[in-house]
């Protein structure tokens, strides 16, 4: 019981500490985003969304690799086997130097031919598109060498250290948005640039942190171990579908929609893809704060705890990402206006489907972590690669037909709703009755909840047309989906667990 209380502990010191870390990245995201696209203008924004989504789309291996990585240090973690966990992290160093050393040889080739070649941008921003697309090139490469040193923290649960850095790169973000509006140079570049550098800055406390925190990270030369090595690459090797098809999603779309529409759609597309990272941050704060523990079950056999984690959390990580959600789409014309001004068309509807996509996705991000802790993955791989990847050609076809851009996102979400099928079919293979417990525990509470959130607040939407009533509709919103979720997303001993917690925190004020 004192085990299991440890750990429920630490899983919310860790979540209260992510979400510190995006309640900041949201605000200054936000008000980034609009200064930003103010300053360089739909146009300039569109060609950064696209050039950014070309080195994006080289780097889909490194998904792979950091997903892979996460699974190996938590289950090592959790066997607690301290020699192996040093040459796991000096492999993974090696094959990071490796990974980045190829991607910069596709970047430098393929990437430069295909910015110049099938792009569409303005011939006199073209030369502005190869700087900043070098710049991207060097930020890349850097968070990526790093990779290893933000994952050990990761697996060994020390959250902390992200809300305290969140605060340094706010301060960044905020100090380049009040830059960039005086600069006398190319706005563009020199906005790429500046985000370099504050890359270098806080990617390198990482490392500093990680190697006086952890004895593991303490490297002086890179190792090589042959096995070890072959066993994550060939794990990572099947992650590979998986990465493809979330890359897919965002910057292959992106692609197509420049081949079709040109940068001002990837202006409406890359607002809306913040809309929906800002959001879904916060459903990710508590499923990566459970992650290393799902996996660190698995690796000590202890199914019975592995299950009961599991269901609870892929439920409430779709419940907390639906308060976040509803109030958002229900009001998004008025946060828009806002927020951005004067917007495409296709900009508020884009947000609506990504927000919907994000709510889907949020429910099987537990169930991946599950499915990864066994570390048989490849028919799982396979499948989910072949849904995600299906997304590209189906857009594609469509917008041939002459269908509106909305129509990518649609495809995308069926897509989506098909990987999370996959999902829970294959968690028979960790557990018995899991499939079975997971259609009762997870799905069906979730969605009689949201059937009923959504017909409430459909039945009594307010027409928000000032700031007072867009606080009232938050409220409401707000209101009605703690009020169903309580009573029809809960069990009666997760009620009784929530006023405990509620009552503790009461008295400890």
């Not at 050039?51 to 607690?80: H, K, N, P, W």
């Not at 992200?162 to 948005?177: M, P, Q, T």
């Not at 996959?422 to 949201?450: D, E, M, Q, S, W």
Request: aromatic share 12%.
């Amino acid at each position: 019981m004192t085990e299991i209380s440890s750990n429920n502990k630490k899983i919310a010191k860790n979540t209260i500490a992510l979400y510190t870390r995006n309640l900041i990245s949201m605000i200054i995201g936000l008000f980034t985003v609009r200064v930003v696209l103010r300053t360089l203008g739909e146009t300039d924004y569109g060609i950064y969304s696209v050039v950014a989504g070309s080195i994006a789309f080289l780097t889909f291996i490194s998904f792979a690799l950091s997903y892979g990585s996460q699974r190996f240090f938590a289950f090592t973690i959790g066997r607690e086997d301290k020699r192996a966990l040093k040459d796991l992290f000096e492999v993974t160093v090696t094959l990071y130097v490796i990974l980045v050393a190829v991607i910069i040889l596709a970047a430098e080739s393929i990437g430069i031919w295909f910015i110049n070649t099938h792009l569409v941008i303005l011939p006199e921003r073209l030369f502005a598109a190869n700087v900043i697309f070098q710049f991207v090139i060097i930020s890349t490469g850097i968070t990526l060498l790093t990779s290893p040193y933000t994952m050990a923290i990761m697996a060994h649960e020390d959250m902390h250290i992200f809300a305290k850095l969140a605060i340094v790169d706010a301060i960044f973000k905020i100090g380049i948005c009040v830059i960039i509006i005086y600069i006398p140079f190319d706005k563009l570049i020199s906005y790429v640039f500046m985000m370099l550098v504050g890359t270098i800055f806080v990617q390198s406390i990482y490392v500093i942190y990680a190697r006086r925190k952890y004895e593991e990270c303490c490297i002086k030369r890179l190792k090589w171990d042959k096995s070890k090595a072959k066993e994550m690459t060939s794990f990572s090797f099947w992650n590979l579908f998986g990465s493809l098809a979330g890359v897919g999603k965002t910057q292959g779309l992106g692609i197509v929609l420049n081949s079709f529409f040109g940068p001002i759609v990837n202006a409406a597309q890359g607002v809306a893809t913040t809309v929906r990272t800002v959001s879904s941050s916060f459903s990710s704060n508590f499923s990566s704060a459970l992650a290393p523990q799902i996996t660190k079950k698995y690796a000590n056999q202890d199914y019975d705890g592995m299950s009961l984690l599991l269901q609870r959390g892929s439920k409430m990580t779709y419940f907390l990402m639906l308060i976040v959600v509803v109030p958002i789409l229900f009001s998004i014309d008025f946060i828009l206006q806002i927020w951005i001004g004067e917007h495409s068309v296709h900009m508020a509807p884009f947000c609506q489907l990504l927000l919907f996509e994000a709510l889907i996705d949020s429910i099987s991000t537990p169930l991946a972590t599950a499915n990864q802790a066994t570390g048989k993955i490849a028919r799982y791989q396979a499948i989910i690669g072949f849904f995600g990847l299906m997304t590209l050609p189906f857009a594609y076809v469509l917008m041939r037909f002459g269908y509106a851009p909305e129509w990518v996102f649609i495809v995308s979400l069926i897509m989506q709703l098909c990987i999370v099928c996959v999902r829970i079919i294959f968690l028979h293979r960790i557990y018995p009755g899991a499939v079975r417990g997971a259609l009762k525990n997870i799905v069906v509470p979730c969605t009689v909840v949201t059937l009923i959130v959504f017909s409430a607040c459909w039945i009594q939407h307010i027409e928000v047309t000032d700031f007072i009533t867009f606080i009232g509709a938050v409220v409401d919103y707000v209101i009605v989906c703690i009020i169903v979720i309580w009573v029809f997303g809960l069990t009666k001993d997760e009620s009784a667990k929530f006023k405990d917690l509620i009552i503790k925190m009461i008295k400890n004020k």
